[in-house]
């Protein structure tokens, strides 16, 4: 805070918000500390053009406070190392009772006898407009660089175990797998041979039966066909 016999005013460094091409801005209290008197007070800067001042001018009542918003265009380039030359200078003067802001000249603030003049000089401060996070340390937040350590360990030694178990359960499901195919294999080659016994019984029944040529000899065949046939649909299904 920068204090004088009129008034007090917050900050002493206006802090800007730094991003290129954008606009930033911040703001400063002054405080009339006086209890019979208003203050009026002008706001000057070394670069007025880069700077908009809202308001510029104005009167403090006696133990009030009015805030004036101080705007920085959007710059194309940043400064050299983030530092600013930039300043501004408040000045403040006692003013008769009933000053308007409008009514507020530069006249008022030239040095004359019998006419205190306050000046309050301003330095610009350039700050990151998204500042990095700080790394917490280990003695404020509880948690040592060797923690961090534990944790990191932990936590690899649990995915370590998670692809253990996906493995293991993919060799079980692999195992099962072939014993299935192992298995339809064996009933394959089953069905297989007797399919082919039952061709060759098949067969032997078509020469005995060109032996003999009665209709019951014929009726017999016919059957033993038919049920040939169903046996060997539903084992050719069951494959």
């Given at each position: 805070m920068t204090t004088g016999d009129l008034v007090n005013i917050h900050p002493t460094e206006l802090k800007f918000p730094f991003e290129l091409k954008k606009q930033s801005s911040c703001s400063m209290q002054l405080t009339n500390k006086t209890t019979t008197h208003c203050v009026a007070f002008k706001v000057k800067t070394t670069n007025p053009r880069k700077y908009c001042v809202r308001p510029n001018t104005g009167v403090v009542l006696p133990g009030d406070s009015c805030n004036v918003t101080v705007t920085m265009q959007a710059q194309k380039e940043a400064p050299l190392d983030m530092q600013c030359k930039d300043k501004f200078l408040v000045q403040t003067v006692v003013v008769s009772d009933g000053t308007s802001s409008k009514e507020v000249l530069a006249e008022m603030f030239n040095k004359e006898a019998g006419r205190v003049i306050e000046d309050f000089k301003l330095r610009v401060v350039y700050i990151p407009a998204n500042p990095p996070s700080p790394v917490p340390e280990g003695s404020e937040e509880g948690n040592s660089p060797m923690a961090s350590?534990?944790?990191?360990?932990?936590?690899?030694?649990?995915?370590?175990?998670?692809?253990?178990?996906?493995?293991?359960?993919?060799?079980?499901?692999?195992?099962?797998?072939?014993?299935?195919?192992?298995?339809?294999?064996?009933?394959?080659?089953?069905?297989?041979?007797?399919?082919?016994?039952?061709?060759?019984?098949?067969?032997?029944?078509?020469?005995?039966?060109?032996?003999?040529?009665?209709?019951?000899?014929?009726?017999?065949?016919?059957?033993?066909?038919?049920?040939?046939?169903?046996?060997?649909?539903y084992i050719l299904n069951r494959m």
């Amino acid at each position: 805070m920068t204090t004088g016999d009129l008034v007090n005013i917050h900050p002493t460094e206006l802090k800007f918000p730094f991003e290129l091409k954008k606009q930033s801005s911040c703001s400063m209290q002054l405080t009339n500390k006086t209890t019979t008197h208003c203050v009026a007070f002008k706001v000057k800067t070394t670069n007025p053009r880069k700077y908009c001042v809202r308001p510029n001018t104005g009167v403090v009542l006696p133990g009030d406070s009015c805030n004036v918003t101080v705007t920085m265009q959007a710059q194309k380039e940043a400064p050299l190392d983030m530092q600013c030359k930039d300043k501004f200078l408040v000045q403040t003067v006692v003013v008769s009772d009933g000053t308007s802001s409008k009514e507020v000249l530069a006249e008022m603030f030239n040095k004359e006898a019998g006419r205190v003049i306050e000046d309050f000089k301003l330095r610009v401060v350039y700050i990151p407009a998204n500042p990095p996070s700080p790394v917490p340390e280990g003695s404020e937040e509880g948690n040592s660089p060797m923690a961090s350590l534990n944790e990191i360990g932990s936590q690899t030694a649990s995915l370590f175990d998670d692809v253990s178990r996906t493995f293991e359960e993919t060799n079980e499901k692999s195992s099962e797998a072939w014993s299935m195919i192992s298995k339809l294999t064996e009933e394959k080659t089953s069905a297989t041979q007797q399919s082919q016994k039952l061709r060759l019984e098949l067969e032997m029944l078509r020469k005995e039966s060109s032996k003999k040529q009665s209709g019951g000899h014929s009726l017999v065949l016919m059957l033993l066909v038919g049920l040939l046939g169903c046996v060997i649909g539903y084992i050719l299904n069951r494959m």
